[in-house]
């Protein structure tokens, strides 16, 4: 009998995190809008991709512009790591 070995990727690490949400910053302008957590959210395989955008910014944007920037950004993975995205 021969045994297949599967491999299954492990959670996202905090800095492959950043990286994700790096990318969905679609317009360049180092902040993360609602609607582009919402797509990183989606990418993440959330269930409730708007409800975690909202409850990301939430948590995360500190200074309440609306938006998740580069000084923000720890708190936004920091929110990730807390809701089970990754446990690195």
């Not at 599967?6 to 949400?21: A, H, N, Q």
């Not at 609602?34 to 409800?51: H, N, T, V, Y």
């Not at 990301?56 to 809701?83: P, S």
Request: without cysteine; hydrophobic residues 35%.
């Amino acid at each position: 009998m021969v045994h297949a070995t599967v491999y299954k990727p492990g959670p996202p690490t905090e800095d492959l995190l950043r990286k994700i949400f790096k990318k969905y910053d679609t317009n360049n302008d180092n902040m993360l809008s609602r609607e582009e957590l919402k797509k990183a959210f989606e990418d993440l395989g959330s269930l409730i991709p708007g409800f975690r955008a909202g409850r990301g910014l939430h948590h995360a944007d500190a200074n309440r512009d609306g938006y998740v920037d580069e000084t923000e950004m720890d708190d936004l993975v920091k929110y990730a790591v807390k809701v089970g995205f990754t446990v690195r």
